[in-house]
Structures are given as structure tokens and as C-alpha cells.
């Protein structure tokens, strides 16, 4: 028998036990964190240069496309929180997979 860490993961119906579950959820949220307060820092370090340059300049499409996909970015990353860090429910689970018609 082989002393392969993933030796027991071969069968793909076995994801395995609840505290390889666990500490991958925890690395996942860990990643997850470490890249949103990047992305915050950025905007904070760059908000200076985008008040002087892009906010006080003519509303142009570019600029409009600019702003659009640098804030859209952001706030997709903040709405994704919750599913990251609060433990729901399964029914509120199975509500947000699929919504009452």
C-alpha cells in the first residue's frame, strides 16, 4: 500500500473526511480574503489619481468603461462575501439555487 496522500481520494464519490472538508474550506475563504484586501488596497491607493483624472474630466465612454468594469469588479467581490463567511442554512441554500417562481 502506498503512502500517497491522496491514496484514499481515488474513488471519486469520496470527498473525503470532514477535516480535509474543513481545512480546504478555510484555505479557500483564506485565499479569498488575502485577494479581496488587495483589491480593496488598490482602489484606496489609487483614488487620489482617479478623483484628479477621471472624476474631474469630461464623462466620456471610455472613461464610463473605466469606472464600469473597476467598480463592477469591486462590488461583485463584496457581494460575494456572505457565501464565503456565513454558514447558511441548506434551505436558504436551496432558495438562492433556485428562487420561488
Not at 472538508?21 to 491607493?45: K, M, Q
Not at 462590488?75 to 447558511?88: E, K, N, R
Request: with cysteine; aromatic share 12%.
Amino acid at each position: 500500500m502506498s503512502d500517497h496522500p491522496l491514496q484514499g481520494l481515488q474513488d471519486p464519490t469520496d470527498l473525503g473526511s470532514n477535516n480535509t472538508l474543513t481545512y480546504d474550506s478555510r484555505i479557500i475563504r483564506c485565499f479569498f480574503l488575502a485577494a479581496l484586501s488587495i483589491l480593496i488596497y488598490d482602489h484606496l491607493l489609487t483614488l487620489g489619481a482617479e478623483v484628479k483624472y477621471i472624476w474631474s474630466s469630461k464623462l466620456r465612454p471610455g472613461t464610463c468603461w473605466f469606472l464600469a468594469v473597476r467598480y463592477l469588479g469591486l462590488c461583485a467581490s463584496i457581494a460575494v462575501c456572505p457565501y464565503y463567511f456565513v454558514d447558511l442554512d441548506d434551505e436558504v441554500c436551496r432558495w438562492i439555487a433556485a428562487p420561488p417562481a
